[in-house]
């Protein structure tokens, strides 16, 4: 069976430090892998996503960004963390394939919280 | 920008009724619908997807998929209390974004024993 393992789990981090959150999926190959943030009482927001090795799409632009080293490892990352960066990150994997219908899979989610 | 609408609720039934959750979506070339359920301070877990028009039952739940009209909704049948959560409709966009998965903002749904 497929898991797929986040961490942390929590963190406090400073305004103007960095972030690296690491993402693995296992029981797959060649995944398809998200980033999504949820703010405080607010819905899901896309904001990577990637099909391959070294393949990323930003949704939207900010100080964030993403690598995918491995095929089943996506890291998301800030040099400079902002106040607006604080909210719940989720890593998250689909199937690949035409029939697949990318039913979206999210490990347990990430608190991040910047003072 | 391709959008999913949802009533952000509360939804407040008792036990025992059925729940109805709506959503709309904006993509018109959407192919896959989902709605998960996600309890709070948890990640979302999905309850059922849905690629035709019409309905799919999966135990107390059924959901329902009108293409032409771009909704999407859910029914919960002998609500229970632990049903009580936010539940949130995600479509995934078509043509070139056909991995691309955007999520409602969640209705909150309150069973009351």
């Known amino acids: 069976s497929q898991t797929i393992h986040q961490w ?31 703010a405080a009482g607010r819905g899901l927001q896309l904001l990577f996503y990637s099909v391959g090795i070294g393949q990323i799409s930003s949704e939207v632009p900010q100080n964030l960004s993403a690598s995918r080293p491995q095929d089943r490892q996506f890291i998301l990352s800030s040099k400079k963390l902002l106040l607006s960066d604080s909210g719940f990150y989720l890593c998250a994997w689909s199937r690949t394939g035409v029939n697949s219908g990318n039913t979206i899979y999210f490990g347990e989610g990430s608190w991040l919280t910047v003072v | 920008q391709k959008e999913v609408e949802q009533n952000s609720g509360p939804l407040s039934v008792p036990e025992g009724a059925i729940a109805s959750l709506n959503c709309t979506y904006s993509d018109r070339g959407s192919q896959s619908f989902f709605w998960y359920r996600q309890y709070s301070g948890k990640s979302p877990e ?3 997807f849905i690629y035709s028009n019409g309905d799919k039952e999966d135990g107390r739940f059924t959901a329902q998929l009108n ?3 771009q909704y999407v909704s859910l029914l919960i049948r002998d609500s229970q209390p632990s049903d009580s959560a936010t539940y949130l409709c995600a479509v995934t966009l078509g043509g070139g974004g056909g991995f691309k998965t955007i999520f409602g903002a969640g209705t909150r749904l309150f069973v009351k024993a």
Not at chain 1, 9 to 15: I, M
Not at chain 1, 24 to 35: D, F, I, M
């Open chain 2, 67 to 69: 293409k032409a009209s």
């Open chain 1, 8 to 38: 942390p789990a929590t963190l406090v981090q400073p305004v103007g430090s960095p972030l690296s959150l690491e993402c693995t999926v296992e029981g797959t190959s060649n995944p398809n892998l998200y980033w999504y943030r949820q």
């Open chain 2, 46 to 48: 999905l309850i059922m």
